[in-house]
């Protein structure tokens, strides 16, 4: 009899770690790797914010907080929604977990029961259809097509709903297409939404201050305040404020789920690093104009990447409104042998073949339920994402 149970056996590591597990290895070895398959910013956390942080440790806040955060952060949380979005939450509305990442595994284990449905938007981040499984739910995949801007409609939201559905998830902008959803986009959602009460949304908008070309994003009880009650909006400090290691996601939502939440997180993680969460809160009450210092250069790598990935041979790659990543399509290159003798029939074999003949790491699409496609990364300076670009331009030449 094996030791790990039964529910390990129906969920996947994460390809993303996978792929940059792989990419260390090599470069441990010597290799020249240049990898674009991490999602995290290459900028260092701003001075003020770690400045905070060791004050912290300074006046002795070493100790444990309540459990979904201090007083503090939760109050910044709260004021921070009302400032980017207008969303009415209250402190005791908020939750602070490690990442984002938890906020979602809290919220689907404190609600799905076996069979319980969620309808996730394909390509979608590789985590969504694995937490929901492990919280014994049934992850259901809309593909979403690259001629309607990879969003979901309307139509294939109202097909996709049955009476066991209990969650509808949405990341706006989105990992990993970069694809990002107005109060326009939004709208229809939020009308098929109206009409089936039993229908709760997580909505994640971890990327929402990454965005391009003046494009305002929106997020669902903005545009629809009726669905408060059933909303959880998720948001953390990892990626517009470069904590990735920080490990701070929240959470505004119905008390009763809060609640919820908090129980389960009380009996699994308890508080979040006391430290990280007074970073935390200079990060949200504090300047943030670096913000639009990031945005101007990842939006600057943007153009380039896309500019230079639409130059290789076989490769399609639209323009993203937000986010870091870009997500081109490989089709036109998949039947054919690389450089290197590897005959690529899954988009799993190109950034295989990618990685070990020219040293780029990228992740398949298929990892994000959306094969034929591949994410790539532009987190990370501009020299290195020109040599990847050339690199990926060389390899996708030698194909025959």
């Known amino acids: 009899?094996?030791?790990?149970?039964?529910?390990?056996?129906?969920?996947?590591?994460?390809?993303?770690?996978?792929?940059?597990?792989?990419?260390?290895?090599?470069?441990?070895?010597?290799?020249?790797?240049?990898?674009?398959?991490?999602?995290?910013?290459?900028?260092?956390?701003?001075?003020?914010?770690?400045?905070?942080?060791?004050?912290?440790?300074?006046?002795?806040?070493?100790?444990?907080?309540?459990?979904?955060?201090?007083?503090?952060?939760?109050?910044?949380?709260?004021?921070?929604?009302?400032?980017?979005?207008?969303?009415?939450?209250?402190?005791?509305?908020?939750?602070?977990?490690?990442?984002?990442?938890?906020?979602?595994?809290?919220?689907?284990?404190?609600?799905?029961?076996?069979?319980?449905?969620?309808?996730?938007?394909?390509?979608?981040?590789?985590?969504?259809?694995?937490?929901?499984?492990?919280?014994?739910?049934?992850?259901?995949?809309?593909?979403?097509?690259?001629?309607?801007g990879f969003r979901i409609t309307a139509e294939q939201l109202e097909a996709a709903i049955t009476p066991r559905t209990k969650w509808f998830f949405l990341n706006s902008p989105c990992n990993p297409t970069g694809v990002a959803y107005s109060a326009e986009d939004l709208r229809p959602l939020c009308d098929v939404l109206l009409r089936h009460p039993h229908v709760w949304i997580f909505t994640d908008d971890i990327y929402a201050k990454l965005v391009y070309d003046g494009f305002r994003p929106a997020t669902f009880v903005e545009v629809e305040p009726l669905l408060r009650s059933r909303t959880v909006t998720m948001n953390g400090v990892s990626k517009a404020y470069a904590m990735t290691g920080w490990r701070i996601g929240f959470s505004g939502a119905p008390v009763e789920l809060t609640k919820a939440m908090n129980k389960l997180q009380g009996q699994s993680t308890s508080n979040t690093c006391s430290i990280a969460q007074a970073a935390a809160v200079e990060a949200l009450t504090g300047p943030q104009d670096f913000i639009q210092e990031m945005v101007a250069t990842y939006q600057g790598r943007r153009d380039m990447v896309v500019s230079m990935l639409n130059e290789a041979e076989g490769m399609e790659c639209d323009m993203p409104q937000g986010a870091f990543y870009v997500f081109p399509s490989v089709e036109k290159c998949l039947g054919k042998t690389s450089p290197g003798g590897k005959k690529l029939e899954t988009d799993e074999d190109f950034v295989t073949a990618l990685l070990e003949e020219e040293g780029v790491a990228a992740v398949h699409g298929s990892a994000f339920m959306f094969p034929g496609h591949i994410r790539i990364s532009y987190a990370t300076d501009t020299d290195s994402l020109r040599e990847a670009c050339t690199r990926i331009q060389r390899f996708c030449k030698g194909l025959l």
């Not at 402190?91 to 609600?111: D, R």
């Open 1 to 148: 009899m094996s030791i790990v149970a039964d529910r390990m056996n129906r969920i996947s590591p994460s390809q993303t770690i996978v792929i940059s597990t792989r990419a260390r290895a090599l470069k441990a070895e010597g290799r020249n790797i240049i990898s674009l398959s991490a999602g995290e910013p290459d900028f260092r956390t701003p001075e003020n914010i770690s400045r905070a942080a060791a004050k912290a440790i300074e006046n002795g806040q070493t100790r444990y907080t309540d459990v979904a955060g201090t007083p503090e952060l939760r109050k910044a949380v709260a004021e921070r929604f009302k400032l980017d979005s207008g969303l009415d939450y209250t402190p005791e509305e908020v939750i602070v977990s490690t990442g984002g990442k938890q906020i979602i595994y809290n919220a689907m284990m404190s609600t799905l029961n076996p069979g319980d449905e969620a309808i996730i938007p394909a390509p979608c981040w590789v985590s969504y259809p694995d937490i929901v499984t492990l919280a014994e739910g049934t992850p259901i995949i809309v593909p979403c097509k690259r001629e309607n």
